[in-house]
């Protein structure tokens, strides 16, 4: 992605995951937006964004954080949300294993309270390793833990599957988590 790309990924994910409002958006059902409304919000708060970014945007972003509708009249962030709203996942039966990918300072933490969701609606898991390790990457030298998912699952925990691959669950307790 070159440096704009960037920068329109960076404000697709503040106002579609977490101040819609600052713009005068308003998240639909599955956390969906009209892409016209969209364009003509960030054109109305100084931060003008072509259709045709917006289409590279989500095709060319390797995380594949946001999705049109089988329209393609609407656009939305597929997870990460701070505010209200309903993505309408349904819980799916998870792999054996799942990763979670960390930096030392959090392991403390980790270790006493489990995975925790903090602000967003969910805590979010890689079905790999070097997918948790490049997620780990961002914030320092990353740690992998092994997250023993269908155990979890058997004990009555939930779990979704995002469009773009991460599998969501409201907190990981510590007696399911191992480091890799």
Known sequence: MNNRLITVSK?????????????GL??????????????A????????????????CVETNDKRR???????????ANQGHSVAVDLQLEERE??????????????????E??????????????GD???ARKVGAR?????????AAARMRRDGRAFLLSTNGVWLTDAVPPGYLSRA
Do not use: Q
């Open 66 to 76: 946001f999705a049109f509708d089988v329209s393609g009249e609407a656009i939305r």
């Open 129 to 131: 390793v070097e997918t």
């Open 139 to 147: 914030r320092g030298k990353p740690i992998v833990l092994i997250v």
């Open 94 to 111: 998870p792999p054996e294993t799942l990763f979670h990918g960390t930096v030392e300072r959090f392991m403390a933490s980790i270790l």
């Open 11 to 23: 404000y697709l994910a503040k106002h579609l995951r977490h101040a819609p409002g600052e713009i």
């Open 26 to 39: 308003t998240l639909r059902p599955g956390g969906w937006v009209g892409v016209d409304d969209l364009l």
């Open 113 to 126: 309270h489990g995975l925790t969701r903090g602000k967003r609606h969910h805590v979010h898991l890689s």
């Open 41 to 56: 919000a960030t054109n109305r708060h100084g931060f003008a964004i072509t259709f045709d970014e917006l289409v590279e």
